[in-house]
Structures are given as structure tokens and as C-alpha cells.
């Protein structure tokens, strides 16, 4: 069966710090892979997508990048972090094609001070 | 553009009460419908879907009809739990030729509170 893994689980960083946020996957093989960001009262916003190696595509300009090294691994950076982007952070994936269903990791949250 | 509106929260219930949380939604396609359950500290966890026009999506219970003429996809369950207690979002996507495929878009979820 398929597993999804984030780390870390919980992240507290200083305003103007890097981040580095990883997401892999386990048991398929070529799957697409999404982040996105749950901000406080809202709903879920898509930041990026990957449908594979080293194919990021961006829905929001951010102070966010996205990089897919190897097959099943997703990574979420940023040079220096802003207070902006605290929040609730969502890996997904799913098999390649796009119809198919969205299944989430147990995510990362972050708390830039 | 596409957009899920979610009836505002909290919702509070007494345990084996019926549960209704609305959800409407407008597409520039013909959308796939989701509902997604978060428990607290965790990730989003698949509820159950639809594909096509009245369609019913169940699952533990729960159960959301497509209904096209209404553009709704409203989640209820007959008696809940307190283990219900969660974070509900309900979902769509819209298959766009030469487009993005992958986008789900959200509401902005509803807090069900289950007493015991």
C-alpha cells in the first residue's frame, strides 16, 4: 500500500530564516505530487505541482520554490521566511494523469516568529 | 473561476444527532466533488466522492449527493459520533483541456463538535 511522509512535523522559525520542508512517498511509482497551505481560517490553496522529476509547476507567486529530485520526493523552500507564511503545510499525491484522487500527508506546521 | 462555499462553523451536535453541512459550488467545467475529513493534528483524509450528476458518495456513514441543478454536494450523516469531531472541507475539480488538471479547490472547511 502507499504511504506519504512529511518532516518536519512542527517547525518554529525566525523571520528571514531558510525553510526546507520534505515529502516522500512510498509503494507507487511516477505518481504527481501537490503542496499546499492551510492558513489560518481558511481553506486549502494549491502551491505547487509536480508531475515528475524536476516539473514544478507554481499556482500562487510566493516567497515559496518547489524542487522534485527523485521520483517520490517532494521538497518546499524558501530563502528567507516571512511572517506570512505560517501556516498548516499539506503534501499530497496522486497517481499520474490528474484524475485521479488526492490522497494528503499528515503535515508540516510552521510558525515563523 | 472555481470556488466551494462551505456553511460557516462551528457546528455543534449532541452525539446520534443528524448532520447536515451544506456545500455549493460554481465551475467552469463539469467538476468531480470531494469531501475531506481532518482530525485534529492530522491531514486531510478522503471522506468520500462523486464524479457525475447524482451521483451518491458514501462512506462510515456519511453520505453527499451531486446534485447538478443545485450545483450542491451537501454531507450528512444520521446519527454521529464523538468521534465525528473533525475539520470537514468539501472539494472540487475541473478536468481543463490543455490546462491544469491537478487543482483541487476547497472551501474553507467547517469544525463539527460532537458532545457526548
Known amino acids: 500500500s502507499q504511504t506519504i511522509h512529511q518532516w518536519p512535523a512542527t517547525l518554529v522559525q525566525p523571520v528571514g530564516s531558510p525553510l526546507s520542508l520534505e515529502c516522500t512517498v512510498e509503494?507507487?511509482?511516477?505518481?504527481?505530487l501537490y503542496w499546499y497551505r492551510q492558513a489560518a481560517g481558511r481553506g486549502l490553496q494549491l502551491l505547487f505541482y509536480?508531475?515528475?522529476?524536476?516539473?514544478i509547476s507554481s499556482e500562487v507567486p510566493q516567497n515559496l520554490s518547489a524542487s522534485r529530485p527523485q521520483d517520490r520526493q517532494f521538497i518546499l523552500s524558501s530563502k528567507k521566511l516571512l511572517l506570512s507564511d505560517s501556516g498548516f503545510y499539506l503534501c499530497?499525491?496522486?497517481?499520474?494523469?490528474?484524475?485521479?484522487?488526492?490522497?494528503f500527508g499528515p503535515g508540516t506546521r510552521l510558525l515563523v516568529l | 473561476g472555481d470556488s466551494v462555499t462551505q456553511m460557516e462553523g462551528p457546528v455543534t451536535l449532541s452525539e446520534e444527532a443528524f448532520l447536515t453541512i451544506n456545500c455549493t459550488y460554481t465551475?467552469?467545467?463539469?467538476?468531480?466533488l470531494f469531501w475531506y475529513v481532518q482530525y485534529p493534528g492530522e491531514g486531510l483524509q478522503l471522506l468520500l466522492k462523486?464524479?457525475?450528476?447524482?451521483d451518491k458518495g458514501s462512506n462510515k456513514g456519511f453520505e453527499a449527493t451531486y446534485r447538478k441543478e443545485t450545483t450542491s454536494f451537501h454531507l450528512e450523516k444520521g446519527s454521529v459520533q464523538v468521534s465525528d469531531s473533525a475539520v470537514y472541507f468539501c472539494?472540487?475539480?475541473?478536468?481543463?483541456?490543455?490546462?491544469?488538471?491537478?487543482?483541487?479547490?476547497f472551501g474553507k472547511g467547517t469544525l463539527l463538535t460532537v458532545n457526548p
Open positions: 462523486a464524479t457525475k450528476a447524482d
Open positions: 465551475a467552469t467545467g463539469y467538476p468531480s
Open positions: 499530497a499525491w496522486s497517481t499520474s494523469g490528474g484524475r485521479e484522487t488526492q490522497y
Open positions: 509536480s508531475v515528475g522529476i524536476g516539473q
Open positions: 509503494g507507487t511509482s511516477n505518481p504527481n
Open positions: 472539494a472540487l475539480r475541473v478536468i481543463k483541456s490543455g490546462g491544469s488538471n491537478y487543482k483541487l479547490t
